[in-house]
């Protein structure tokens, strides 16, 4: 019933950028904290950054300075741009929204299906 769809993903040389996107659509009452993870081949699934309803931000050290996440609520969506792009930043990258919504509504977790960055050296 509540779906995230990400998209920008792609390949990049080093140094370039890219910025993704991730729209909730569906039944949705209120969306609390959205963020972005990645899982590189053979790695576990690691925070990239979180944005509250609100605003506040939270960013995993490695990507301090150079990747920004941002949200519009009123479109549903949490943006992650991302700048000085290293190959270490290759990865499957996915969205995460702590919402309300469904029917009958209920507070949950949504994932969406992750979208490929590719990093050239």
């Not at 990507?63 to 949200?71: E, H, P, Q």
């Not at 479109?75 to 309300?100: G, H, I, S």
Request: proline share 3%; hydrophobic share 35%; net charge positive.
């Amino acid at each position: 019933q509540v779906q995230l769809v990400e998209s920008g993903g792609g390949l990049v040389q080093a140094g370039g950028s890219l910025r993704l996107s991730c729209a909730a659509s569906g039944i949705i009452f209120s969306i609390n904290a959205m963020g972005w993870y990645r899982q590189a081949p053979g790695k576990q699934r690691e925070l990239v950054a979180t944005i509250s309803s609100v605003g506040g931000t939270n960013y995993a050290d490695s990507v301090k300075g150079r990747f920004t996440i941002s949200r519009d609520n009123a479109k549903n969506t949490v943006y992650l741009q991302m700048t000085n792009l290293k190959p270490e930043d290759t990865a499957v990258y996915f969205c995460n929204a702590d919402l309300r919504g469904g029917w009958p509504p209920k507070d949950h977790s949504r994932w969406g299906q992750g979208t490929q960055v590719t990093v050239s050296s």
